[in-house]
C-alpha cells in the first residue's frame, strides 16, 4: 500500500491544519507508517505513506518545517517559481502569514507581501534533509487552459533547478487537473506526478502513471483519516481511479 497525502496551508483558514492537529497527526505517522519520498523502496510489511506540500506558502517554513525536525519526517513541497522571492525584504511573519488564501497568488500580493517561502528558506528547507522540492508548474495555472504549457512544465523546472542547484524528478498538477496530453508532456520531464483523488497507488507507477492523493487538509482529528475502515476503503477505490484515470485521460475534464 502506498498512500500519497495532500496538505496546503497551516493555521490559516477553515480549510488548513492547526498546528496541534498536524503535530499528533505526524507523530501518529511516525510511528504507524514507512514515510517515504517518491521512488524510494516500499515496505511490505507496514503501509507506505508519501506527505504533499502544495504552494509552499510561509506557513510551510514557520509551522510545519519544525515539526519536521522535531519528527524526522521527510516530505515532498510543491513550489511554483513565479511566486518566490529571493528574500522577504524584510516583512514579518505576521504580515507573511495574514494573507487569505485566495489572495496570495492574485496581482502583486505575492511580492508586497511575501506569503510564500523564499528561495534563501527554500535553500534552508532542502539541505535540512526533510524536505524535496516538487515543481507545481511555474505559475499554478489550470494547466487544461494554459497557452503557455512548456514554460508551465519546463520553465519551472529549470528555474528551481538553477535556483536550488538539485534535480527535481516530481510534478504537481494545479488543481488536479490534466489530461492525456498534459500527462504526456509533464512525463517527458518528471517521473513522478501527483494529482488528487483517494485511494491506494500500490506502486509508484501510481494509476496508469500518475499517483494520487488523500486530501489531509483540516483534519477532523489526528488519526481517524487512517482508520482500519478507511485504509480498506483506499484499497477499494483504487479500482475506481482506473476508471476515473481512463475516462479524465480520454476528456477534457478535470480529475
Not at 482508520?227 to 477534457?252: C, I, Q, T
Request: with cysteine.
Amino acid at each position: 500500500m502506498l498512500l500519497c497525502c495532500m496538505y496546503h496551508r497551516v493555521e490559516a483558514d477553515k480549510d488548513s491544519n492547526s498546528r496541534l492537529i498536524l503535530e499528533q497527526h505526524f507523530r501518529y505517522i511516525k510511528e504507524s507508517f514507512n514515510v517515504v519520498l517518491p521512488g524510494e523502496a516500499l515496505s511490505n510489511d507496514v503501509p507506505n505513506i508519501c506527505l504533499v506540500f502544495d504552494d509552499a506558502s510561509y506557513s510551510f517554513y514557520q509551522y510545519v518545517f519544525p515539526l519536521l525536525r522535531q519528527t524526522g519526517i521527510r516530505v515532498l513541497l510543491a513550489v511554483a517559481p513565479r511566486f518566490i522571492l529571493e528574500a522577504d525584504g524584510g516583512i514579518g511573519s505576521e504580515k507573511r502569514l495574514s494573507v487569505p488564501t485566495d489572495q496570495m497568488m492574485q496581482s502583486t500580493t505575492y511580492a508586497n507581501a511575501v506569503p510564500f517561502c523564499t528561495w534563501a528558506e527554500l535553500r534552508e528547507l532542502c539541505g535540512s534533509g526533510l524536505v524535496r522540492i516538487a515543481s507545481h508548474s511555474y505559475s499554478h495555472k489550470n494547466l487544461l487552459f494554459s497557452s503557455h504549457l512548456d514554460d508551465e512544465i519546463k520553465k519551472s523546472e529549470e528555474v528551481i533547478e538553477e535556483k536550488l542547484l538539485q534535480p527535481v524528478d516530481s510534478f504537481v498538477y494545479p488543481y488536479g487537473q490534466f489530461n492525456a496530453s498534459v500527462a504526456e508532456q509533464v512525463g517527458a520531464h518528471y517521473r513522478y506526478s501527483f494529482a488528487v483523488g483517494a485511494g491506494d497507488n500500490v506502486s509508484w507507477r501510481g494509476v496508469g502513471g500518475i499517483l494520487f492523493r488523500i486530501a489531509a487538509d483540516d483534519l477532523p482529528d489526528p488519526t481517524s483519516i487512517f482508520s482500519r475502515s478507511n485504509l480498506m476503503k483506499y484499497r477499494l477505490l483504487r479500482y475506481r481511479l482506473y476508471a476515473k484515470k481512463w475516462y479524465y485521460m480520454n476528456h477534457r475534464v478535470p480529475v
